[in-house]
T-cell receptor
Framework: NAGVTQTPKFQVLKTGQSMTLQCAQD?????MSWYRQDPGMGLRLIHY???????DQGEVPNGYNVSRSTTEDFPLRLLSAAPSQTSVYFC???????????FGPGTRLTVT | SQQGEEDPQALSIQEGENATMNCSYK?????LQWYRQNSGRGLVHLIL?????REKHSGRLRVTLDTSKKSSSLLITASRAADTASYFC????????????FGKGTHLIIQP
């Protein structure tokens, strides 16, 4: 049971490039979410999904796209990277959004 | 969901001492959760306390909840170096699917 996995661990992008951050869970959780964490700030919700085929926006969705074609995977796409998207990104999953969230190890992204 | 506010922002104590951190929130809740984040890692769920509970224990952790004051506290007894981390509370009002919101946390340092 690997829990929540994220790849890559580190990534450097140039402004304007696009990329996909991968997130997978093997706990059969319906609920998955993406957060970003910036220095001195808490975690901010980007997008979330309550099940395959269903996604919704969180607090800071601009510049990011998500899709949920399977229960296991919830990739986060950066369409055109900007320096303001330099951050640490965490994926989380849970059987229900109200209860215990399981977090992945994070992806540290730098946009130059 | 609503954001909790942790206090103090930083706390430094000697190994073996007890550490207490507090969380305040604004509106009525369904439950409140505490998470720990070690440096560079994802958040780890510590404990969930429901709105009809006043106190909950898990190992060296003791969480209290005072819904009349809209506050919670996390006590770590007999602290260890491994307890050095940031601690976040996440009050959840229930109903919505947008999961948890996290504040800036309390950064706890355990001095050897």
């Amino acid at each position: 049971n690997a829990g929540v996995t994220q790849t890559p661990k580190f990534q450097v992008l140039k402004t304007g490039q696009s990329m996909t951050l991968q997130c997978a869970q093997d706990m059969n959780h319906e609920y998955m979410s993406w957060y970003r964490q910036d220095p001195g700030m808490g975690l901010r919700l980007i997008h979330y999904s309550v099940g395959a085929g269903i996604t919704d926006q969180g607090e800071v969705p601009n510049g990011y796209n998500v899709s949920r074609s399977t229960t296991e995977d919830f990739p986060l796409r950066l369409l055109s990277a900007a320096p303001s998207q330099t951050s640490v990104y965490f994926c989380a999953s849970s059987y229900h959004p109200n209860y215990e969230q399981y977090f992945g190890p994070g992806t540290r992204l730098t946009v130059t | 969901s609503q954001q909790g506010e942790e206090d103090p922002q930083a706390l430094s104590i000697q190994e073996g001492e007890n550490a207490t951190m507090n969380c305040s929130y604004k509106t009525s809740i369904n439950n409140l959760q505490w998470y720990r984040q070690n440096s560079g890692r994802g958040l780890v769920h510590l404990i969930l306390i429901r709105s009809n509970e006043r106190e909950k224990h898990s190992g060296r952790l003791r969480v209290t909840l005072d819904t009349s004051k809209k506050s919670s506290s996390l006590l770590i007894t007999a602290s260890r170096a491994a307890d050095t981390a940031s601690y976040f509370c996440a009050p959840h009002s229930g109903g919505g699917a947008d999961g948890l919101t996290f504040g800036k946390g309390t950064h706890l340092i355990i001095q050897p």
